[in-house]
């Protein structure tokens, strides 16, 4: 839960690094409270099936979104590359696939033009 809460606090950071172990826990416990937040709007009947989303699972949305690309542009630094990488999502496939791959990459080893190794200060 510290990765997550440590995400959440830098809510605004769009600078510096993020190892790939932030990340991917981010999104792992990003995606369970995406699951009960959805299960909750399931059995409460608060989903509208127009949009696909309850009410719940929309305010979480909104609530992670700005942390959410905080930690992606963070970990697309790590990899060396810019945060304007993440406009690769709007080719639907291909987009998807190629941040897949930049997220599960490794860390430059070295100090980049986004600041040193994370995994060297800790």
């Given at each position: 839960m510290n990765w997550y809460f440590g995400v959440l606090k830098q809510y605004m950071v769009f600078s510096g690094r993020a190892?790939?172990?932030?990340?991917?826990?981010?999104?792992l416990i990003n995606s369970v409270f995406g699951v009960?937040?959805?299960?909750?709007?399931t059995v409460s009947g608060t989903v509208n099936p127009q949009l696909g989303l309850g009410l719940l699972g929309g305010i979480y949305a909104l609530a992670v979104l700005l942390p959410s690309m905080g930690v992606a542009i963070r970990r697309l630094h790590d990899t060396g590359r810019s945060g304007w990488w993440l406009f690769i999502l709007l080719l639907p496939i291909i987009?998807?696939?190629t941040l897949l791959?930049?997220?599960?990459s490794d860390s430059q080893?070295?100090?980049n033009q986004f600041g040193p190794n994370p995994k060297v200060n800790t």
């Open positions: 190892r790939r172990k932030e990340y991917w826990m981010f999104v009960v937040f959805s299960w909750i709007d987009g998807v696939l791959f930049f997220f599960c080893s070295e100090a």
